[in-house]
């Protein structure tokens, strides 16, 4: 075995696991996950099937990686952070087809307690403080309104930053 598993982490049979990886107490990684090399898992750490972790990838305690959700090389997920898979859940409808998939590009910091919802992409080196909820992309030049705060932000060059009121 390359990787360290706590005894109490249940690992299903088809999981690709790096060399290095340390997993800790009470985590659950499904068979079609892949996660690379010396990557650590905090305990009560969740990985679905169709999950892709990047090498040195950092997950702190009480974190679910759900479907559909890639994590480049070096990224951090801050202690009880969330991802989401589907917009609109209800527990009436089946909609695991209309998982959206998410993606934390390389170097990324999710911090404790943020929430990502599903389609978003987190760019390289992002920084999303703590308990931030983050469901607003921006492509390209363009605006986004924070629906906490109502503040407009802008993206020009590929900086973010808070709109200027220029009526």
């Known amino acids: 075995m390359q990787y ?7 690992i299903d ?6 060399k290095g990886t340390r997993i800790w107490h009470w985590v659950h990684v499904s068979a079609g996950a892949r996660i690379g090399r010396d990557c650590s898992l905090g305990q009560n750490v969740y990985v679905g099937n169709d999950v892709v972790i990047g090498n040195n990838v950092r997950i702190q305690n009480n974190v679910s990686v759900y479907d559909a959700v890639t994590l ?12 989401t898979n589907v917009v ?12 959206r998939p998410t993606r934390v ?8 307690n943020c929430t990502i919802v599903c ?8 920084f999303v403080g703590a308990g931030e909820s983050l469901d607003l992309p921006l492509r390209g030049d363009g605006t986004a309104v924070c629906p906490s705060t109502g503040e407009r932000y802008e993206l020009r060059d590929g900086r973010c930053s808070l709109a200027s009121d220029t009526a």
């Open 4 to 10: 360290i598993a706590h005894p109490t982490a249940i």
């Open 13 to 18: 049979n088809g999981a690709q696991i790096g």
């Open 72 to 83: 480049e090389d070096d990224v951090f997920c801050g202690p009880s952070m969330v991802f």
């Open 88 to 99: 609109n859940p209800r527990s009436a409808v089946a909609r695991k087809h209309e998982y």
């Open 105 to 112: 590009r390389q170097g990324a910091t999710l911090g404790a």
């Open 119 to 126: 389609g978003s992409t987190i760019g390289r080196h992002a």
